[in-house]
Structures are given as structure tokens and as C-alpha cells.
């Protein structure tokens, strides 16, 4: 079993539609819990991260993490073409461990 | 502030040969970290450097090593490349065990 799973995708949805990215995980030690936006052939962007359990809202973006479920997720609101790119989860015990990205294409 | 810079930014090598890639970490960051990311995958942790130690390995052969010096920079050395080493090469930087920020990536090409 990988410590940290994702569904690669592709997603592919129109423009407005609220997006729900999605990871589990099985380390119960990972502390940090992180989504990032790459673009092609760049380096990933770090999105917005949580510590330990609990919601966090940036503008468009909502980040769950339920450690209980050892879940975490990503809600994008109001989704733009300019939101297309790959988005991976991570997760963090002083290593970042990443999920194999999840594609997203949002139509105009 | 830049960031985190990587260079260069593609390489082309034959197989057998040996490269060095080089990462300077965004200002205040003390701790360097190596990944690799083959294409349609999630980055592959190979190393993380802090106060010029290596201080956690990934799942990567000694061909794979690293430095990192005083002012914080670090290079990656890949000896023996194989053809299956293609691949982008991420640095990230971080201050302490807070979430990293990455460079844009050496795009490494092994022929």
C-alpha cells in the first residue's frame, strides 16, 4: 500500500463547477498536510496547507483534512480555465510524501 | 526574493555519464530536499540536507548524493546515469519541517 493515494484523473469539468480534489493517507505520523498546483513542466506551487486536522479557506480554495479518516481534500468554488493544471496532494513528518497528482481541465 | 532557483533548467547526458545539479533555497530557509518526478508521477523524495548533513534517504541508489554548503545551497550528483534517471529534478527548500516551496526543476535527459 502507498502512504499516500490519489486518484491521477483526469477530471475534466465546466467552468463554475465546483471541483473536489481528494487523498488518503496511511501514515498516522504525518503532521502537515499540503496541495499543490503544478502546471506543465514546472514546479509544483504550494496551494495552501494545514496543520493537524480541521478546514482552511483561501478565497476560492478549501482545505479538509480528517485524520481520523486519515482524508484530505480539496474544494475549489467557482472553478476557471486558468484552474487547469495538475494538483497533488502531500503530506509531511518533516518529508513530503506525494500522491501522483490528480489532472484537471476546466472547460470554458 | 527569488525563491528557490535550480540550474540549469534542461540538461542533456549519455548513459554512464555523471551530472551535477545545483539549487540555491529561498531566503531564511535552512533545509534543502531532493525530488525526482518521472512524467504522470508525483514527486519522488531522494534526499533532504540541513546544517550540511544529510538528514533522511529516500528509496534511491548511492549513485544518487548530495552536498550542501554554508549559505545554504545544495547540489544533487547522479553518477552511472541510466536511462531510466530522465527525468525532472526538483529542489525545495524549507525552514525546518514546515512545508517546502520548489524550484522550477532541472529537466534531465539521458540518451
Known amino acids: 500500500q502507498k502512504e499516500v493515494e490519489q486518484d491521477p484523473g483526469p477530471l475534466s469539468v465546466p467552468e463554475g463547477a465546483i471541483v473536489s480534489l481528494n487523498c488518503t493517507y496511511s501514515n498516522s505520523a504525518f503532521q502537515y498536510f499540503m496541495w499543490y498546483r503544478q502546471y506543465s513542466r514546472k514546479g509544483p506551487e504550494l496551494l495552501m496547507y494545514t496543520y493537524s486536522s480541521g478546514n482552511k479557506e483561501d478565497g476560492r480554495f478549501t482545505a479538509q483534512v480528517d485524520k481520523s479518516s ?4 480539496l474544494f475549489i468554488r467557482d472553478s476557471q480555465p486558468s484552474d487547469s493544471a495538475t494538483y497533488l496532494c502531500a503530506m ?3 518529508i513530503g510524501r506525494f500522491g501522483a497528482g490528480t489532472r484537471l481541465t476546466v472547460k470554458p | 526574493d527569488a525563491g528557490v532557483t535550480q540550474s540549469p533548467t534542461h540538461l542533456i547526458k549519455t548513459r554512464g555519464q555523471q551530472v551535477t545539479l545545483r539549487c540555491s533555497p529561498k531566503s531564511g530557509h535552512d533545509t534543502v530536499s531532493w525530488y525526482q518526478q518521472a512524467l504522470g508521477q508525483g514527486p519522488q523524495f531522494i534526499f533532504q540536507y540541513y ?10 541508489p548511492d ?6 554548503f554554508p549559505n545554504y545551497s545544495s547540489e544533487l550528483n547522479v553518477n552511472a546515469l541510466l536511462l531510466g534517471d530522465s527525468a525532472l529534478y526538483l529542489c525545495a527548500s524549507s525552514l525546518g519541517v514546515k512545508p517546502s516551496i520548489f524550484g522550477q ?6 540518451v
Open chain 2, 63 to 68: 549513485r544518487f548524493s548530495g552536498h550542501q
Open chain 1, 92 to 94: 509531511s513528518a518533516a
Open chain 2, 51 to 60: 546544517e550540511e548533513e544529510e538528514r533522511q534517504r529516500g528509496n534511491f
Open chain 1, 70 to 73: 486519515k482524508y484530505i481534500s
Open chain 2, 105 to 110: 526543476g532541472t529537466r534531465l535527459t539521458v
